[in-house]
C-alpha cells in the first residue's frame, strides 16, 4: 500500500493507494507542519486517526509534501516520525510542498506557477526546486492568488468601483457589514482563507468586463513580479500553472502570455494532490531524475 499526504499549517490530506492501485482511500488530518509543532504531537495526530491507525502495518511507501519541510534538519524530523509510524514502509519521501506541485505535473525540468489561496514560482530542475525569491507569505506577496483575488474584489467594492448589479449580487451571496469583514480580517486565524472565498465570484462571472479586468491585473502582476525572475528558464523549458485560480483562469493567463512575449503555458493542473496520485496509478516514472538518497530507506 502506498501511502501520500500534501500537508499544511492547518489540515493535511493523506491518500492510500491499494496495491492494485485501483482503491484509494482518502483521509483528513490537522497539518503537520514540523516549524510549529514539536514531535510529540505530529506522534499523537497520526497516531489519533482511525484510517491510519488501522492500515499501518499495511503501508510500503510514504511521500510526505509539507509546508515546512523545506530544510534538512526538518525533512529528517518527519522522515524519522513516519519510519517509526509505519514500520513496514521500505521507503519514505519527504519534501516541500512546491514539490508536489513540480511532480504533480512533470518529472522533467520545468517553471511551475502555483495560484490557489496563495502564489508560488518555482523552477524544477529535474531533481530539486530552485527558487529566485523568499516567499514572504500572503501579507506581502501572493499575486495572483485567490487571497490576491479577494483582497481586490473587496477593494472595489468598498470604494464604490464596482458596477450596481454586480455589487447587488455581490451583497446577496457574502455578509459584507463593514464590522463582520474587519472581524473576519484581522480576528480569524486564516484572514487569505476568507479573502481566497471571494474570488470564486469573480469566476462565476468571469464573462463580465470587470471580472475579467480584476482576474487580468492580478495575473499581471503575477507575472512581472513572480514568472519573469525566470526569464532565461521560460526560454529553453516549459511552463505549468497548479491550483483552482490557475485552472480557472487559463484562458486569461494565456492571454497575458501572449501581450508580453511569453510562450503559453503548457499546461494546468487544478488539484496537484490528484494529479500526483493518477501518475502513480498510471504507472509513470514520478521519481525518477529524484536522487535515491532522498529516500529514506528502512
Request: hydrophobic share 35%; charged share 25%; proline share 2%.
Amino acid at each position: 500500500m502506498i501511502l501520500v499526504a500534501d500537508s499544511g499549517s492547518t489540515k493535511c490530506d493523506w491518500v492510500l493507494i491499494a496495491k492494485n492501485k485501483k482503491k484509494v482511500r482518502r483521509v483528513r488530518t490537522k497539518g503537520l507542519n514540523p516549524v510549529i509543532l514539536k514531535e510529540e504531537h505530529i506522534v499523537k495526530v497520526i497516531q489519533k486517526n482511525k484510517s491510519l491507525r488501522k492500515y499501518k502495518d499495511s503501508i510500503e511507501q510514504v511521500y510526505f509534501f509539507g509546508a515546512g519541510c523545506n530544510t534538512e534538519e526538518s525533512k529528517d524530523l518527519v522522515s524519522n516520525i513516519l519510519t517509526s509510524q509505519f514500520v513496514n514502509a521500505r521507503s519514505i519521501y519527504v519534501n516541500e510542498d512546491l514539490m508536489l506541485a513540480a511532480l504533480s505535473i512533470t518529472s522533467e525540468p520545468a517553471v511551475v506557477c502555483i495560484l490557489g489561496t496563495g502564489s508560488n514560482c518555482c523552477f524544477f530542475n529535474g531533481e530539486e526546486i530552485e527558487q529566485k525569491n523568499l516567499a514572504m507569505g500572503y501579507l506581502l506577496m501572493d499575486e495572483g492568488s485567490g487571497n490576491h483575488l479577494g483582497k481586490e474584489l473587496l477593494k472595489k467594492y468598498y470604494y464604490n468601483k464596482m458596477p450596481e448589479d454586480l455589487k447587488f449580487s455581490l451583497e446577496k451571496e457574502f455578509n459584507l457589514s463593514p464590522q463582520k469583514v474587519i472581524s473576519k480580517l484581522y480576528n480569524s486565524k486564516a484572514p487569505n482563507k476568507y479573502l481566497a472565498k471571494h474570488a470564486r465570484f469573480l469566476f462565476e462571472n468571469i464573462e463580465n468586463d470587470f471580472c475579467q479586468e480584476v482576474i487580468k491585473d492580478v495575473i499581471h502582476q503575477f507575472i512581472e513580479n513572480q514568472l519573469k525572475e525566470y526569464k532565461n528558464e521560460i526560454v529553453s523549458h516549459p511552463i505549468y500553472f497548479v491550483g483552482s485560480v490557475a485552472y480557472f483562469s487559463q484562458n486569461l493567463i494565456n492571454e497575458k502570455l501572449k501581450s508580453k512575449n511569453i510562450k503559453q503555458a503548457n499546461r494546468f493542473v487544478r488539484r496537484p494532490l490528484q494529479s500526483f496520485i493518477q501518475r502513480i496509478k498510471n504507472g509513470e516514472e514520478v521519481f525518477k531524475n529524484i536522487k535515491t538518497q532522498e529516500f529514506h530507506y528502512h
